[in-house]
């Protein structure tokens, strides 16, 4: 007896239209504003300045908010300002 299981997913089902997984100015933005506020704050963490620290942790909120409002405004996957890129 075998345990070999055969897909049942229709022919079409291959073709379907990728999101870009958050591949979107929105996303990018977002994540290089947190990136960025996320070594900021481990190079101040190091270095014992909790102000600094504080700061990057108010930057990386900032970020969060800049990538809502990019999503808001169209530039998200699906926006209509989103412009999708074809992948090879």
Known sequence: MS????STK?????????LGHGNSP???TAVVIMLV????????????QP????????????GLI?????????YGVGGHRYVQKAHN
């Open 37 to 48: 506020a996320f070594a900021i704050g481990t190079v101040a963490f190091f270095f014992n």
């Open 26 to 28: 929105a996303a990018w």
């Open 10 to 18: 229709p022919a079409d089902a291959e073709q379907h239209e990728d």
């Open 51 to 62: 102000i600094v620290v504080w700061a990057s942790v108010g930057l990386l909120i900032v």
């Open 66 to 74: 800049v990538g809502a409002v990019l999503k808001k405004a169209g």
């Open 3 to 6: 345990n070999h299981t055969t």
